[in-house]
């Protein structure tokens, strides 16, 4: 049959390439650039071929029956051939054999035991869970950690965590780090990201297993309101240049807060956000969106889903660095045009957020202020429940000191603690 006609799909110019032997698969991934076709090494009775294309898996074959411990053609009508496509989440998970390597069956078992779930029983009935475009927001009690550390697993996956530590806020850095050791993404793989223009005096700190930091200096400026508004810029050029290549997740985060309580991969999406606890039962005409036309964060009023705070938000690195990029552009053509927005890359980020629609958000326990704390105090003290159970996340008191410049800076914590 080798001689017979027979037509085969060829796709150019595509990078992800497969092989099959037996009746399973195993695929391997190729350079990134164009080029033509390969043929891989021909396997007992059976034809293959290599294609690039994007992040899919191609495979084609002709059609097969195995008998006897060894491969035969099938009788079939000549040009027919079965083509396969494989497409992953997580583009550093696309090696099937080693995902499948140590199992001798088809699906991976995790043995992950857990409540079943009741299609008729909401996790959380005094809160919104769900929004309209279908993206969850993540309380306690919405969510099985052990579950969802089983299913991050697999996918062998690196979390990057983005910090900037500037001028006089270098004096959070060492608590946020010790803090984020203990709680954030424990047991998984981080790289820390500190940007900073003070090098030096990052603290070196003992780090678990397979974590690890990263220094990358960065511009100081006079004002604290242009060292806010430079990180979008420094994210999107930190992403172009290295996050790509290290992490498959990039979280991104004020350094001037304190992780109180387990932060891990419940959080991680394609695109997350955080609402800010100060606008979490408001209308959108009460949320502090730059309203003037002129402004590149311009935002009517009748216009707004939630009201995200600047100090938490992340996603995939592909999503981050979209958001972090147009962000970056419209900051630079509002300056261009002697504008700043009212909270500066806040402003720009809910712009983003309003019509790039987040596939996932954080409630207020992920970024705790200390008005919500009071709240939440006075709350119990008439012995009445708080939607936030937990405090994950905590916004910490700045001291003027640390605005103005001094040196001898200190930092606040508000709860007693």
């Known amino acids: ?66 008998s006897d411990d060894s491969w035969e053609e099938a009788a079939r009508v000549p040009g027919i051939t079965l083509t396969f496509h494989y497409c992953y989440w997580n583009p550093k998970s696309q090696h099937l054999k080693s995902l499948l390597a140590g199992t001798g069956a088809a699906v991976r078992e995790s043995h992950t035991k857990h409540l079943q779930p009741d299609a008729l029983t909401p996790s ?22 052990d579950l969802l550390n089983a299913q991050f697993k697999l996918q062998n996956a690196t979390v990057g965590l983005t910090v900037f530590a500037v001028k006089n806020y270098m004096s959070f850095l060492e608590l946020f780090l010790r803090s984020a050791e203990k709680y954030f993404m424990a047991g998984h793989r981080v790289n820390y990201y500190i940007f900073t223009d003070q090098p030096e005096l990052v603290p070196r700190l003992p780090l678990h297993s397979g974590r690890r ?42 350094v001037d807060i304190e992780f109180r309580d387990h932060v891990g991969v419940e959080i991680l999406s394609s695109l997350f956000g955080t609402i800010h606890p100060d606008f979490t039962a408001v209308s959108r005409y009460s949320f502090s969106n730059e309203r003037r036309p002129e402004s590149q964060a311009y935002i009517p009023e009748d216009e707004g889903d939630f009201y995200y705070i600047g100090a938490f938000f992340g996603g995939s690195v592909p999503e981050v660095y979209r958001l972090t990029e147009a962000c970056h552009q419209a900051i630079m053509i509002d300056k261009a045009n002697h504008l700043e927005a009212i909270w500066q890359e806040e402003s720009h980020l809910n712009k983003y957020l309003l019509y790039h629609k987040p596939t996932k958000l954080l409630s207020p326990e992920y970024m705790c202020d200390n008005d919500l704390l009071k709240d939440m105090q006075h709350q119990k003290k008439l012995g009445l429940s708080n939607i936030v159970r937990r405090i994950r996340i905590f916004a910490l008191l700045k001291n003027k000191e640390v605005k103005s410049g001094n040196a001898s800076q200190k930092v606040q914590s508000t709860d007693g603690q």
């Open 1 to 66: 049959m080798g001689s017979e006609r027979r037509e085969e799909v060829l796709i150019k110019g595509s990078r992800i390439s497969g092989t099959g032997t037996r009746g399973s698969s195993s695929c391997r991934q190729t350079q990134d650039e164009v080029g033509e076709e390969q043929p891989l090494r021909k396997q007992p009775q059976g034809r293959y071929r290599q294609h690039r294309y994007a992040s899919l898996y191609l495979m084609t074959l002709d059609l097969c029956v195995y």
């Open 124 to 145: 959380r009935r005094d809160v919104l869970v769900l929004t309209p475009w279908l993206a969850p927001i993540v309380w306690e009690g919405t969510f099985d950690i």
């Open 213 to 254: 930091v990263i220094v990358l200096r960065t511009q100081s400026h006079e004002r604290w309101q242009d060292i806010s508004m430079q990180r979008m810029g420094a994210i999107s050029q930190g992403a172009r240049q290295r996050f790509l290549q290290e992490v498959d997740y990039l979280v991104c985060a004020d």
